[in-house]
């Protein structure tokens, strides 16, 4: 079954893309790069319609948000019952992957920066900012993928990554 990320903000598309790379390359046989939607907020009907067009096309879809601060539980929930509902017996080839508070928080597991109890992305970016001085979030992408490659050279997936694998593996099998 092919798949199809849905995610919430703009660089967050290429973030999956890059991670799909290394997915791809080292984890789970998906043959050709899954497509990336364009970024559409999670109260958004587009939402709905991203996930009901990515089924009817017979793919799986893998969505990626953050979760701004909520808990990740209560996004989920939201996501289900806004976009979901009526999907019934699709509902399996939905997957849910949220980064709490932001998708900072998996650059600062990288960098094995302590972000317990950490509420909002301002706060995970201030901690990601006093180890790499300039960082602004459009180096995320570039910044994860590099991190990322060193880590998994050492035999350590991160627990994002590990999650991506196992929604994708889940999609696959």
């Known amino acids: 079954m092919s798949i199809y990320f849905i995610v919430d903000n703009k660089y967050s598309k290429e973030l999956i893309e890059k991670l799909m790379s290394v997915v791809i390359n080292k984890f789970v046989n998906v043959g050709k790069r899954p497509p990336v939607s364009s970024p559409v907020n999670v109260c958004s009907n587009k939402m709905g319609r991203f996930i009901k067009g990515g ?5 799986c879809v893998v969505i990626v948000v953050d979760t701004e601060g909520e808990k990740p539980e209560d996004v989920k929930a939201r996501i289900i019952d806004e976009h979901l509902k009526d999907l019934e017996f699709n509902r399996e080839r939905v997957k849910i992957i949220t980064a709490h508070p932001c998708l900072e928080a998996w650059l600062a597991e990288l960098l094995n920066l302590n972000t317990r109890g950490v509420a909002n992305c301002k706060d995970v970016k201030d901690i990601i900012k006093r180890r790499i001085k300039d960082y602004e979030s459009h180096l ?15 035999g350590d997936p991160p627990s994002f990554l590990m999650e991506i694998i196992n929604a994708v593996r889940s999609c696959v099998t």
């Open 55 to 59: 089924l009817g096309k017979g793919h």
């Open 140 to 154: 995320l992408p570039g910044l994860v993928e590099r991190h990322l490659r060193s880590r998994l050279e050492a």
